[in-house]
């Protein structure tokens, strides 16, 4: 059997090394159009900011894995056709064209990232390969001092905060109203906060159109002079290849396969970057470019050549992201795509510390929980904090995984020291509040609701101390701290009242006595700090619109 994988990075060399070890007749050829395999696509922006010192630490040696796994691997060969019915590729290497035949035929080629328009004056670089790397660290070591980086998505953030730390005056353009689009905007405010805070420029709604004479050039007329520019504005899937030998491609653009990653053609299977992943909220089809995926997928796949198949799982879309001294954890559905899907919700904040508050270090984790109002299945998540978003993240995509509903989150069994956690640990706080909501003992308002229903007539009664009140508060609430409420409630309305803490905990405690005293009361989820980070983004909004 002849297997040819074209694509040498994530999906492609994990498809070769695990099928060699489960076939050791197999003849398995790697074609790679770069000059590197296997290289450490992710640690790229670490290299950039000396944070990976070594540029060797992020490569692998080809002979060496050649030799290993008995694979002839093939760097600067580039697949330009298939010939699907004489099952032979078109493969262009050093000026010379060949052809090359296959029993099974592996596409794994990733993405590529669309070129932002140049008139050359400035270095341009994306950051998707070494090249790309070597191409931004030349620059800097050429004296560049200020850049521009086009983009707000994972690659744009990472390569921002590299670029400060090598010294450079950084700004970032996004066409959009916030960066990562796999947060809402209350959960991305601690992010511009914390890029403000460490010196970059953030531009909200500026779209670029090209680089012009040493600048790149915003829709409005805008110039942001440059001495290098990075193309993080975002990535396609290499699909051309497919499409152009008829296989299947789906609405995405991606290539569509099935369960076992195998495309129209039997023959031919597909995996990474490139290909269409199924949703695992609602099982339509998804561009997922995660590193994680790629790698697993790669592997599924000699597990399909060699007989040895299951069926892959959904994507969750799990990722997190560091951004100076900030991890941005996500998983899932936001809030926008359930809401402009229809899909009926629960949403729910929570502002826990990562381990036990008395135990020196505690900081603060925003954490949001997006439920299904009638399955109680979780669908999305999203965690930003200083330290103990990743652990919450991964339990929060294992339960999924492993259908745990939200309320049952409560029940899960966590490890506890002080230095750790909490005998409540934050994801079981969320699952605590998810069954208030789902019992009905609790009723909340988003801070988005809020304006409406104070124009509606509801009153807004903050329980927090007169101090915390004086240090920053929402328009138009009256206070009432939480230990004088019993005493006071006479003096609030009998019906549609909405209490708020600074987190939502005293908020929920006060809502539970107001009930029970007669009164109609909903708690504001996430209390302040949610309200106040909610926001902060709307006026970024309002002030690009």
């Known amino acids: ?110 993405a590529e990232a669309e070129a932002l328009a140049s008139d050359g004056s400035v270095p341009v670089h994306a950051l998707r390969s070494v090249d790309d790397m070597d191409g931004i660290v030349g620059a800097v070591e050429a004296g560049a001092r200020t850049a521009v980086v086009v983009g707000g ?33 209350e959960m991305a405010a601690p992010v511009h906060h914390e890029l403000a805070a460490n010196g970059v420029d953030l531009r909200f709604g500026a779209a670029a159109t090209g680089v012009e004479r040493g600048a790149v050039v915003l829709e409005d007329g805008e ?59 609602d099982g339509g089809p998804a561009l997922v470019a995660l590193a994680g995926l790629a790698n697993r997928h790669g592997r599924s796949i000699a597990d399909v050549v060699a007989g040895e198949a299951e069926d892959a799982a959904p994507a969750l879309g799990t990722a997190i992201v560091q951004v100076f001294g900030l991890a941005v954890a996500t998983l899932g559905w936001t809030e926008r795509r359930l809401v402009a899907a229809g899909r009926a919700h629960r949403v729910l904040h929570t502002h826990p510390t990562q381990h036990a508050g008395y135990y020196p270090g505690a900081t603060v984790l925003s954490m949001k929980l997006l439920v299904d109002a009638a399955s109680d299945r979780v ?90 009140f004086a240090a920053g508060a929402i328009p138009g609430a009256v206070n009432v701290p939480l230990d004088d409420l019993r005493e006071r409630h006479a003096e609030l309305p009998a019906e549609r009242v909405v209490v708020h803490c600074q987190v939502g905990q005293r908020g929920s405690t006060a809502a539970r006595i107001l009930s029970q005293l007669g009164h109609e009361v909903a708690n504001l989820d996430g209390g302040y700090r949610t309200w106040r980070d909610g926001e902060a983004t709307r006026r970024h909004e309002e002030a690009v619109a």
């Open 1 to 110: 059997m002849r297997v040819v994988i074209v694509g040498g990075v994530a999906a492609g060399m994990s498809a070769a090394t695990r099928l060699r070890r489960l076939d050791e007749g197999a003849e398995i050829v790697v074609l790679e159009a770069g000059e590197h395999v296997s290289f450490a696509n992710c640690g790229l922006p670490y290299h950039v900011g000396g944070v990976i010192p070594e540029r060797a630490a992020l490569l692998r040696d080809a002979e060496g894995l050649a030799r290993r796994f008995r694979l002839d691997i093939r760097t600067r060969h580039r697949v330009t056709a298939v010939d699907r019915a004489a099952k032979r590729l078109r493969v262009e290497a050093d000026g010379a064209v060949a052809e090359e035949p296959y029993d099974v035929l592996v596409l794994a080629q990733g």
């Open 153 to 185: 998505g994972y690659i744009g953030l990472e390569t921002a905060e590299n670029l400060v730390r090598r010294g450079l005056a950084v700004v970032l353009a996004t066409r959009g109203d916030q960066v990562l689009h796999t947060l809402d905007p």
């Open 223 to 281: 110039r942001l002079s440059a001495d290098l520019v990075i193309d993080a504005t975002g990535v396609a899937p290499r699909s051309d290849l497919a499409r152009a030998a008829g296989l299947d491609v789906g609405p995405t653009g991606g290539i569509a396969v099935d369960a076992r990653h195998r495309t129209s053609d039997p023959a031919i299977l597909a995996a990474g970057d490139a290909v269409e992943k199924r949703d695992a909220m």
């Open 379 to 468: 669908l999305g998540a999203q965690i930003v904090g200083r330290d103990g978003a990743d652990k919450r993240i991964d339990v929060l995509a294992t339960a999924i995984a492993g259908d745990i509903r939200a309320t049952a989150l409560s029940r899960l069994e966590l490890a506890y020291a002080p230095q750790f956690g909490s005998a409540k640990d934050p994801v079981n706080l969320l699952g605590y509040v998810a069954g208030n909501l789902a019992a009905g003992t609790a009723t909340t308002v988003q801070w988005h609701e809020l304006p409406r229903l104070q124009r509606e007539g509801w009153t807004l009664v903050d329980v927090r101390t007169p101090e915390e």
